[in-house]
């Protein structure tokens, strides 16, 4: 098990109320394969550096979680089917 970091970015149109239920919902691929989420942050609408799908702005949210990277890899490409999320990053910290 590895920690992770995945920052998503959803499309601003979608409603903002129905972000972290989605998230949960994909979430559950960590939890099926004996991962733990450890956070979920959602930060709400912010501006994006540079235009994505001619959006000038995104929902934010910061997942913390500790996986398998199979598992990580499985919820990326899931991520990437939905048409609502615009952009993932998923993020290695290091510990020291």
């Known amino acids: 098990m590895r920690p992770y970091e995945v920052m998503v970015i959803f499309d601003p149109d979608t409603e903002e109320r129905s972000v972290q239920p989605t998230l949960e919902n994909y979430l559950k691929v960590i939890t099926s394969g004996g991962g733990?989420?450890?956070n979920l942050d959602i930060w709400g609408r912010r501006r994006l550096a540079y235009e994505i799908r001619k959006k000038s702005e995104g929902i934010y949210?910061?997942?913390?979680?500790?996986?398998?990277?199979?598992?990580?890899?499985e919820l990326d490409r899931q991520f990437t089917i939905n048409e609502q999320i615009m952009r993932t990053k998923v993020i290695r910290p290091d510990l020291h």
């Open 36 to 38: 733990t989420v450890d």
């Open 61 to 73: 949210a910061v997942i913390n979680l500790t996986a398998e990277p199979a598992d990580v890899k």
